[in-house]
Structure formats: C-alpha cells, structure tokens
C-alpha cells in the first residue's frame, strides 16, 4: 500500500472524529492488511469481480469491438475500485479485533516461512479450484442419471 494510500484512510479516520484508540485500531488494521495474504485475497477478490462483471455480456449480441471496450472499461473500474476493497477490509478488521488482537495477527502473518506457506496454499486452492471445473459435470451426470432412476420408481 502507498504512502498515499495510507495518508488518505488516516486523513479520512481523522476527519470521521474517530477516537484516538480507533484510529490506532484502523492503523493496525491497515498494517495487517498490508500482509502479502490479504493483499493476495484482496487481489483474488478484485480479479474475480472483473470476471463477474463481465458475465453478462458473455455471448451477447455486441460486437467484438463493443466487448473490448466493455472489457476496458471493467478493468479499469475494479482496478480503481482495489483501493475500495483495502478500506472495506481495513474497517472490518478494526471493527472485528481489538488491538491486542491486530498486533498478534501483524506478528502471526509478518512470519516468512508463514507467508511462503499461507502463498502456496492459495496456489493449492487455485488448483483445486481449476480441478473442480472438471468434477463438476461429472457430479451433474451422476445426479440426473440417479434422479433419472430413482424418480421413475
């Protein structure tokens, strides 16, 4: 996160009239969210809502021209809108945790060999998650061949 970034969620705790230990919660929460887990979560988040913007228009009538400009204008918007997303975590952690609580999790998470192993999890769950696309019209098969059976009794 930038400096920028981080002055701004400051600036704009300080001018909701938040109490000193609420703006040193939302900071501490701001710190935890810097975490390369969370800033991978929130990236994850953003990639697929740019997806699910774009379903609408899959197999629609328009042009392909039309479809890039589409595409264009959705990447854009959910890239800008990322800044939203860190604010959106950063106040549900403040509001969920108490500092103590921030401070163990900044510690759990700023962990190397945790954050190399909390990364190859999500490469892992990107995996399953892929693998499932193929399981999926198995499972459907299986279950109109038995509603097929066992409805017909």
């Known amino acids: 996160m930038t400096r920028a970034i981080r002055a701004a969620i400051v600036m704009n705790l300080l001018a909701t009239g938040l109490s000193a230990q609420q703006q040193d919660t939302y900071e501490l929460a701001r710190e935890l969210i810097e975490a390369r887990h969370f800033q991978t979560k929130i990236d994850r988040l953003v990639f697929l809502s740019k997806h699910q913007a774009l379903l609408p228009f899959t ?15 959705t990447v854009d918007e959910w890239s800008k809108a990322r800044n939203d997303v860190v604010k959106l975590y950063v106040e549900a952690f403040a509001q969920s945790y108490s500092e103590d609580a921030l401070k163990k999790l900044i510690a759990f998470y700023s962990d190397v060999e945790l954050q190399t192993a909390l990364a190859m999890e999500a490469s892992a769950e990107t995996r399953v998650i892929e693998a499932q696309k193929s399981l999926s019209p198995r499972v459907k098969a299986r279950i109109k061949t038995r509603m097929t059976t066992e409805l017909s009794d």
């Open 59 to 73: 197999g629609s009538d328009l042009r392909p021209d039309q479809i890039e400009i589409i595409r264009s204008i």
